[in-house]
């Protein structure tokens, strides 16, 4: 049975700083693309930050320079480091496996709000 569950979220000012913990079981973890996507109430789901088995990150451009994906294949675990948080990151951030099938995790709430 796979599981994603996601861990970090909260209540940030403006400005401030949050890391996101996502730890995977039931995937042969180092051979996934990992990925942490948003939704915010009313919008679609989108991709904030993935990285690939091999170490290749990509962002979206609204968190390029904020954001930092990451992962520790010893740990089965993904992290995002996001700083200079904005109001606009409030959303539900979710943690997602890709390899032929997606898996996602059931989100963690981040809310900057002052």
């Known amino acids: 049975q796979v599981q994603l569950v996601e861990s970090g979220g909260g209540l940030v000012q403006p400005g401030g700083s949050l890391r996101l913990s996502c730890a995977a079981s039931?995937?042969?973890?180092?051979?996934?693309?990992m990925g942490w996507y948003r939704q915010a109430p009313g919008k679609q789901r989108d991709l904030v930050a993935s990285?690939?088995?091999?170490?290749?990150?990509n962002y979206a451009d609204s968190v390029k320079g904020r954001f930092t994906i990451s992962r520790d294949n010893a740990k089965n675990t993904v992290a995002l480091q996001m700083n200079s948080l904005k109001p606009e990151d409030t959303a539900i951030y979710y943690c997602n496996a890709d390899r032929i099938l997606h898996y996602w995790g059931q989100g963690t709430q981040v809310t900057v709000s002052s």
């Open positions: 039931g995937i042969i973890f180092s051979i996934y693309q």
């Open positions: 990285i690939t088995s091999g170490g290749t990150t």
